[in-house]
Nanobody, 121 residues
Framework: LQLVESGGGSVQVGDSLTLSCAAS????????MAWFRRAPGKEREFVGG????????VYADSVKGRFTISRDNAKGTVYLQMSSLKPDDTAVYYC???????????????WGQGTQVTVSS
């Protein structure tokens, strides 16, 4: 499975932005998908994820209520809708595919290359 993120960019505080992660391969629907981010000087951080079955979602407390993850299995794409963006949201955002949604990075088999999101005040 190959993952390619897109949609990153530079925005202002309070703006919204939607990231996409397009997967190649026919087995997309069998993977749980997640978004992580890495801010400058910090470790990679779990943002949230969506299960492969019922599409249930889990979010980090830092983004709960502001970010929404969804998936379109027919298109092989997972989305991260971000609103009320803050400077602390500035990071490289990565999507990942694995068996279950977890904050543990080593449980994911496939990773995208990342897309930069910069939020300016």
């Amino acid at each position: 499975l190959q993952l390619v993120e897109s949609g990153g960019g530079s925005v202002q505080v309070g703006d919204s932005l939607t990231l996409s992660c397009a997967a190649s391969g026919r087995l997309f629907s069998t993977y749980a998908m997640a978004w992580f981010r890495r801010a400058p000087g910090k470790e990679r951080e779990f943002v949230g994820g969506i299960s492969r079955g019922d599409g249930g979602t889990v979010y980090a407390d830092s983004v709960k209520g502001r970010f929404t993850i969804s998936r379109d299995n027919a298109k092989g794409t997972v989305y991260l809708q971000m609103s009320s963006l803050k400077p602390d949201d500035t990071a490289v955002y990565y999507c990942a595919a694995g068996g279950v949604v977890t904050a543990m990075t080593n449980r994911y088999n496939f990773w995208g290359q990342g897309t930069q999101v910069t939020v300016s005040s």
